[in-house]
């Protein structure tokens, strides 16, 4: 259940104490003459606690299932072939999942092949059960997230070599489905069906209402979230998350990475201290949010209910306000850029991956390099909540959503939503460090040392639990 919001009494007493503290570069707790701001902290605490299992994968994607060690074996003969169908699982994404299942059809028609394709709606679900089963997909979709961890585990096959065409690509979304990662014989698997990225989505009529131009740095953000924020409204300015995905913009923006390019960890640093105490700051301030405390369940839905005006979200809150708020007045713009003088957004990919022990590897392949072709992803039903992944069809995608286009530009330099195999405990006690830096139980040069002791733990091989 969303956590209660705080009454307008209750958020005018805090808020004289909330502006004048400072962090000092740790987040310890603080006295105050407002006994319920602590509260506040806890009440954010146990709802994003129940949140935590929503916020681990980040990307509404397949989380990471439980991998059996499965050596690579080699495709079946034909004799091995008889009896079966080729098997095809897809996430069922409504008129998009239709379209694909017409192509699909056809094609199988045209080959006078047996197909079996399924959709599920709990997909991650799905597709855990299915990698563990006997019989498990010959194709089906492998986010950029989860790819690593596939791979790894021999679970995926290797495109025979010319199959698919990296051309036309953004040189990251293409390397993301490259294995083993930065070498010279690495294999390509599979290749970028779609993408989704961040950007600055804000409250229209709220923004202009107020004379405010669009923020486009971190001072900006902050002067116009203390702006907007409401207490008679119970309106928060800034709406943000404990959130990995959706704190990495403002720790690329002060120049951050988290592995480098010697694949170190390398987080602790001068521009995570920065990102995350700019992060903290404005929430302890009292001019940033999360959705819970205005019983909502997500940012999307806080604007457009006049709860928030500015929050860090994906091109999957346009179908989702035109569907739920059509008349909600929003808009998009390019992410606020930090100390480095520029930004950085995330990207979500994925692609139609064949397994390593499926008898149909070359018509499974055939048909991935057809479904992620420019012409069949250009030519199925888009709402606005997916981009293709291909540079032309994208740039198609830009003219028909003039107002998503901070999201289409967001993608030549957006870092992709990857992180090595096994890499999935430093995300979880990330977030749930996040919870506690929020409610003011831990510093920030804690935890930034904690998370980069479960990193180097991680890739080293030793564990991060």
Same mark, same amino acid.
């Given at each position: ?40 902290f ?24 439980r ?5 690579? $074996?080699n495709?079946?003969s %034909? +004799?091995?072939? *008889?009896? !079966? #169908? @080729?098997?095809?699982? /897809? ?8 379209? $694909?299942?017409?192509?699909? %059809? +056809?094609?199988? *028609?045209e !080959? #006078? @092949?047996?197909?079996? /394709? ?6 991650s679900?799905? $597709? ?10 010959d194709?089906?979709?492998?986010t ?5 961890d ?37 294999d ?5 069906r ?15 209402s107020?004379?405010?131009a ?12 203390e ?17 990995l ?5 403002f ?8 592995i480098?390019e ?9 521009a ?20 819970g405390?205005s ?12 709860r ?15 569907t ?7 808009g ?9 003088g520029s ?26 390099a ?15 909540g ?10 198609e ?31 979880r ?36 639990q």
């Amino acid at each position: 259940m969303p956590t209660p919001p705080l009454s307008k009494a209750n958020r005018e007493e805090c808020r004289p104490a909330g502006r004048d503290r400072k962090l000092s570069g740790a987040l310890l707790p603080f006295p105050s003459p407002c006994p319920l701001l602590p509260v506040r902290f806890l009440l954010a605490l146990l709802l994003a606690l129940l949140l935590a299992p929503l916020l681990g994968g980040c990307e509404g994607m397949p989380a990471r299932p439980r991998l059996p060690a499965i050596p690579f $074996l080699n495709p079946e003969s %034909d +004799a091995q072939k *008889s009896g !079966r #169908e @080729l098997q095809v699982l /897809l996430p069922h994404e409504g008129a998009l999942t239709e379209a $694909l299942r017409r192509r699909i %059809d +056809a094609w199988a *028609s045209e !080959r #006078e @092949l047996e197909l079996n /394709l399924s959709t599920a709606a709990d997909y991650s679900r799905r $597709l855990s059960d299915r990698l563990q089963s006997e019989t498990p997909p010959d194709l089906f979709v492998v986010t950029g997230f989860l790819f690593p961890d596939l791979a790894a585990s021999g679970l995926l096959a290797p495109a025979p070599v010319g199959a698919l065409d990296p051309t036309g690509y953004p040189p990251q979304l293409a390397a993301a489905f490259l294995w083993p990662p930065a070498s010279d014989d690495a294999d390509r698997y599979c290749l970028p069906r779609e993408v989704r990225t961040l950007a600055l989505v804000y409250d229209r009529v709220g923004l202009a209402s107020s004379g405010q131009a669009l923020p486009d740095n971190w001072e900006t953000l902050r002067a116009a979230a203390e702006a907007q924020t409401n207490v008679d409204l119970n309106r928060f300015g800034f709406i943000e998350a404990p959130d990995l995905s959706r704190w990495l913009p403002f720790f690329f923006a002060a120049g951050g990475t988290i592995i480098d390019e010697k694949g170190s960890m390398a987080l602790q640093s001068q521009a995570a201290d920065a990102a995350m105490e700019w992060y903290i700051r404005i929430f302890r301030d009292n001019f940033a949010g999360h959705a819970g405390e205005s019983n909502n369940e997500w940012a999307g839905e806080v604007l457009a209910k006049g709860r928030g005006a500015l929050t860090i979200e994906g091109n999957w809150i346009a179908p989702y306000f035109e569907t739920h708020f059509p008349a909600f007045s929003y808009g998009v713009a390019p992410l606020p850029n930090g100390p480095a003088g520029s930004n950085r957004s995330v990207a979500f990919t994925s692609c139609y991956a064949v397994h390593s022990r499926s008898p149909f590897a070359q018509e499974a392949f055939h048909l991935a390099a057809l479904l992620s072709s420019a012409e069949v992803v250009g030519s199925l039903p888009n709402d606005g909540g997916w981009m293709p992944a291909a540079d032309a069809p994208r740039a198609e995608w830009r003219a028909e959503y003039p107002r998503l286009a901070a999201f289409a530009d967001g993608v030549p330099g957006a870092q992709v939503w990857q992180f090595p195999p096994g890499f999935g405990p430093f995300l979880r006690s990330f977030n749930r460090g996040m919870v506690q830096l929020l409610a003011a139980e831990i510093e920030i040069d804690t935890f930034l040392a904690e998370m980069q002791q479960i990193g180097e733990q991680l890739l080293s091989g030793d564990g991060g639990q």
